[in-house]
Structure formats: C-alpha cells, structure tokens
DNA sequence: TCGCTCAGCGTTATAGTATAACATATGAAA
DNA sequence: TTTCATATGTTATACTATAACGCTGAGCGA
C-alpha cells in the first residue's frame, strides 16, 4: 500500500514528518495544481527530505550521480528547484547557498528557519506574530513586502546537549 | 572643523544619517575599541555608506579602481569586510551577496532589513519584538541563536508611488 | 499520419561570489 | 635593530549560478 498523504495542522510540528509521507502530499498537490512533478523534480524533492538539512546543488548534483550514475548538468538541477520553490515544496536558504524541502506546500511560505552550525540540520517553523510583526513595520514605512528571509544560525538543543558532555 | 559623530537614540531613524557623520562614529568607535579602522576600511565604509543599497564585494572593487586607480584583489575586499561586518559597521545581505553599512555599531546587530526589487535601496530598522519573538521561538526549541538573518524584499514607498503614476 | 507546439531536459560555456595559501609591508614593542 | 603582530598584496582556484542554444517527447489539431 502506498503512503497517503496526510494533512497536517500543526504549526509546531517542526517539519517532523515522514519524508515519503511528505513527497506523496507533493505529488497529489502536483497533481490538483496541473503542475508536473517530474521524475527529475521528485528525486530532487526526496533528496532534500532525506538529507534533512540545507543541501548545496552541486551536492544534489552529486547525489543524483552517486544514485542514478545520472550525470545532471547545473542548469538542470537548478531548473528543479525553481520549480520546487514556485510550488512552495523547497526553500533556499541564504546564509547558506542551500536548500531544504518545505514541510506545507500546501499553506503559504511564511516560515523561519533555524539552522545548526555544528550539526546542519535545519527546522522550519511558523509563526503568524512574526509574519504580523515584519508586516506592520512595512506598512509603517510604506513598504509593500514580497518575501520575507528569516534564518536564524545557531546550536540546536541536541548539539547543545552534547556540547555540554 | 571636521564632522563629529553624533549619538542617535531613535530605534526607527531608518538609517537617515550623514554618512559623513556616521564614518566618523565608525572612526571613533574604533578608537575605543583598540581597533584599526585603516585607509583601506574606512574607504570601504565610505562607498557603503554612499551607496546606500545593497553593494557586491566586485562592485567595491571597481569602485575603489575608479575612485583611487588602486587595483584590489578580492581577497582584500573580502577581509575589511570580514573586520566592518565583525565591528558591526556593515552587514550582508544573504539574499543579494551584497553589504550595507550599519546605521547604530554602538548597539547590537538587532536590526532587520528591507530592500527595494526597485531601486536596490536598502533601510535598517531595529524591533525588540521581532528579536524578542525569535528568542522566545528559539527557547521553545532548545535552540541558541548565534544569528539572525531577517531581510524583506518588496517595493519601497518611493517607488511603489513612481510606479502607480 | 503528419506536422505543430510547448514544456522539460541536456550541453557548453561563462558569469559571479568567495577563499586558500603564501608573500610582502608596516609599525609598535623589546 | 630585531622581533612580532597585524594588515595588505598576489596568485590561483573553489564554489555558486545562469545564459544560450539544441534535443526530445507528449499532446493536439489538420
């Protein structure tokens, strides 16, 4: 039985699902969007689910090498992600040059990210105040928002956690 | 008789200082601090400041060719940027793989940061709350920030008007 | 069936951003 | 003067991203 895709409405779930789980809810939203996720895309997609963390293309590169023995060119893997960002199932991190799937594609992309400098992973979070608050300094000053970039670089409780050892 | 810095106490100056002015606080706070502001970072800090926007570390470069005919290699752009952004009297901007002067060094780099599609131009403004609820987002998670990258892309007052004409 | 169109992908070359590694200079302290 | 630390210069190269053009295959109407 294959996975289904399950809605999820928790705000705080911390990207915490299941990576197939999550790449079958992005092919039925594909699916309902009349968009094509290509095999390329999806591989792309699985990839960034799997590592967990802000990958490098010339890493997604490499992994879709070492996996298929499938040399893809740099403009190839970069068309992928533009899709995945336009559909809202990936993200690129800009402290980073790197990029993560996004856990609801399905809502807006209105996330923050807090990234681990020791370990990598990242962990997306929502936060409407924050969304408010960045608003509501725009509208001060008259500026009218199109996308918001919100990272946060750190030490994850796990990393902290084995620090202090 | 020279500029003399001037203390600013106003968290929504939106960065509107002389830069004349500024580059002189930059220059006593280095006092201070028992650190070098040389020829070569204060030249740097000045095209910052001047600039307004969003600058490329190769753009620094063609413009301290033209202002001083002194051919810099990146390396050396890269390293008085490191020290500027180090002093907190520049910033990068991870969306644009640009730098920007800082308006207030003497505080902390609390600041978030909107930039015009438009125009390029960049404002800094600085809110407690939106440091305070990525704090208190972070807590909740166990995770310590080191860093915060908060930057705005949208369409500034001025050019949304320019462009409604 | 044929040929058209269009989206997606492949390929080559190159642009743009950043740093490693090592050499030189400059100035203050011993 | 020697020594040391800090700053800058130089060369080469790594890493990130895109322009430009060509190929292919699926869908569609004539």
Not at 1 to 18: E, I, T
Not at 61 to 90: C, N, S
Not at 127 to 149: C, K, N, W, Y
């Amino acid at each position: 039985m294959p996975v289904a895709p399950r809605p999820c409405a928790d705000p705080d779930c911390r990207g915490r699902h299941a990576p197939a789980e999550r790449v079958a809810l992005a092919i039925a939203l594909c699916g309902e969007r009349g968009v094509q996720l290509t095999k390329l895309r999806r591989q792309i997609l699985e990839l960034l689910w799997e590592s967990g963390r802000p990958t490098g293309a010339y890493d997604l590169i490499a992994a879709l090498k070492r996996r298929d023995a499938r040399p893809i060119g740099p403009p190839t893997v970069y068309r992928a992600l533009e899709f995945l960002i336009a559909q809202g199932l990936a993200s690129k991190i800009e402290s980073r040059n790197a990029y993560v799937a996004c856990t609801h594609p399905e809502r807006g992309q209105e996330s923050l990210f807090f990234i681990c400098s020791s370990c990598g992973t990242s962990v997306e979070l929502e936060d409407q105040r924050l969304v408010h608050l960045i608003s509501e300094d725009a509208a001060r000053m008259g500026f009218r928002p199109t996308r918001r970039v919100v990272e946060v670089e750190g030490t994850c409780a796990r990393c902290a956690a084995s620090d202090a050892t």
